[in-house]
């Protein structure tokens, strides 16, 4: 759920980073935060375990720009890709606008990430919304690792929907903007759409 | 979607921040903010420019999400108030109408007494205006300015 203030003249939205453990959801936003003007970006939140485990959630505030004179802020969150922490990733969930699915590319993770994608169909569904109706791009992540399946494979498996994917390889930053700016867009355009409704 | 678009007009803010410096002053407290339940910042009074208000917001957002998420396991409709005390600061946490949250930062000047007692006045006051503020959302009339964006507009966002 976006929020709209006349009077500050801001657009704040919600994304939410999913996927399997160890993915590399929190990865994409320590690039991000690393590569990003200081006076774009606030602090980088981690509530994460002793051994730098996700445990409740990542946040980073950033300022994209303006349009029609409104500034757009985008809040980056991810999710504790472990099984055990459902309860909190519906939690992350509330008032998401737009989703990025990271994928492990790996052919020993193609079960979890098949577990993960409907797990968060399921969590959303119990939420209210719905995953077909959502903003949501997927990322196949690890692209450097030595055995990983074919981005083909993959899209088939994960990406039924034919959203906007990209390979990417976070801990060094390939694909990290390109899905990040692909997610912005669909959920601006989402915007535009209601507001034109 | 499961929630209405939340927007704030010009003439709420005004209400809303009015209340928020008045219970600044009427609690002796440092620092107060109101954010909705998503963990974004809506209006603060205070000595806010030592204060990292955006992380403060989405973490006491988290903060209340996990609390309510625990009440639902325990068919507790919602905790609705919450108290963290430190050695020389003290957070007071309440939930106004299972919609925005009303947090309180204050130190040995004052007691959790009286925050407790300005708090609830306070909330009252909130209550009126998100309940109108919520209506005037749902009027139609109030199109978002998104409506007249282009996709030349966004695409211009992300040229750099």
Known sequence: MSFINYLSREI????VYYGPGLCGKTANLQYIY???????RGKMISLATETERTLFFDFLPLALGEIRGFKTRFHLYTVPGQVFYDASRKLILKGVDGVVFVADSQ??????NMESMDNLRSNLIEQGYSLDNLPYVVQYNKRDMPSIA???????MIN???????????????????TLKAVAKLVLTELKKAGSR | MSEPQMVMYEEEFHKIQGI??????????KVVFIIDKNGQLIAAAGDTEQMDTTSLASLTAGNIAATGGMAKLL???EFTTQFHEGENANIHIQLVDKRVILVVIFDSKTSLGLVRLRVKKACEHLSTIFQELMAKALQPGHDS?????TDEDIDNLFND
């Open chain 1, 12 to 15: 704040n939205c919600k994304i």
């Open chain 1, 34 to 40: 690393g590569k990003t003007n200081p006076q774009a």
């Open chain 1, 107 to 112: 052919l020993a993770r193609i079960e979890a």
């Open chain 1, 150 to 156: 074919p981005v083909e494979e993959l899209r088939t």
């Open chain 1, 160 to 178: 039924g929907g034919n959203v906007p994917d990209f390979e990417a390889v976070a801990i060094n930053g390939t694909g990290v903007f390109d």
């Open chain 2, 20 to 29: 928020v410096e008045q219970l600044v002053k009427a609690s002796n407290a």
């Open chain 2, 75 to 77: 068919r507790e409709n």
């Open chain 2, 145 to 149: 300015p998104f409506g007249e964006i």
